[in-house]
């Protein structure tokens, strides 16, 4: 079983995320590759314009998912570190929802490490999101994560890459 | 036994509170739990399609049997990114 790194930084955070702080710090001497996701505040959705978002978390079980998603990189791409920051509360539109970089000795680990993380984040952790808009709001549609069919039989594990 | 109930997204809105403390009776299961919350609020058990337990901060079957001081989420869909 890989655990997440202690030099990892997996983080929620109500304040702007510092993208180009975290990008360099993740990278090191050993490192030949960073690759980078920022996911942003865009202006519209479904047609109509946003004005701005609210995110809101279960702050704990979150953090949990998220340093699982790092300890599965760990265990599957060879990868040197990882950040996986989210914000939360009141975002405008353009700024940083969630950054997550993650550094390799070569780019194709790091580009397919940096995209499972964020592929498997959006459908596993605990975080949703409230879009604004000039006539309302709505609670964005979502995923439902995998859980547990029954009690009785041991969890599946998901599948590994 | 008590356990402690988290509403999280549109689920807090409709309680109007992010959690509460509920009494069950000793071998009740998360859907036990979730009928008791729902026959308070019945426009929370339309919900329950959609919704997935977590049980101490990991994903839970709706069939887990409770232990006296559980922490139980009920998860909208989520939508972080």
Request: a negative charge.
């Amino acid at each position: 079983m890989s655990v997440s790194q202690p030099r990892d930084r997996i983080e929620l955070t109500r304040e702007i995320i510092p993208n180009a702080a975290i990008a360099r710090e993740v990278r090191a001497d050993e490192d030949g590759a960073v690759a980078t996701f920022d996911g942003c505040v865009r202006n519209h959705s479904h047609g109509r314009s946003t004005l701005y978002l609210e995110y809101e978390a279960y702050e704990s079980m979150a953090l949990g998912k998220m340093q699982e998603i790092a300890a599965h990189l760990h265990g599957n791409f060879v990868i040197n570190r990882v950040a996986i920051v989210h914000r939360l509360g009141r975002l405008e539109i353009g700024e940083t929802s969630v950054f997550i970089a993650v550094s390799a000795a070569h780019r194709a680990a790091a580009f397919d490490a940096c995209r499972y993380a964020i592929d498997t984040l959006k459908k596993t952790v605990p975080i949703w999101k409230k879009e604004f808009f000039a006539d309302g709001a709505v609670w964005a549609d979502g995923e439902i994560p995998p859980a547990p069919a029954t009690a009785e039989t041991p969890a599946a594990k998901p599948a590994s890459n | 036994m008590t356990v402690k109930v988290l509403y999280f997204g549109r689920l807090r809105e409709l309680c109007g509170s992010s959690e509460e403390s509920v009494e069950v009776r000793n071998g009740s299961r998360i859907e036990d739990l979730f009928a008791l919350c729902a026959a308070a609020r019945p426009e929370l058990g339309r919900f329950r399609p959609s919704l997935v337990a977590a049980r101490n901060c990991e994903f839970a079957a709706w069939d887990t049997a409770l232990s006296s001081g559980d922490e139980v989420g009920f998860l909208p869909p989520v939508s972080g990114g």
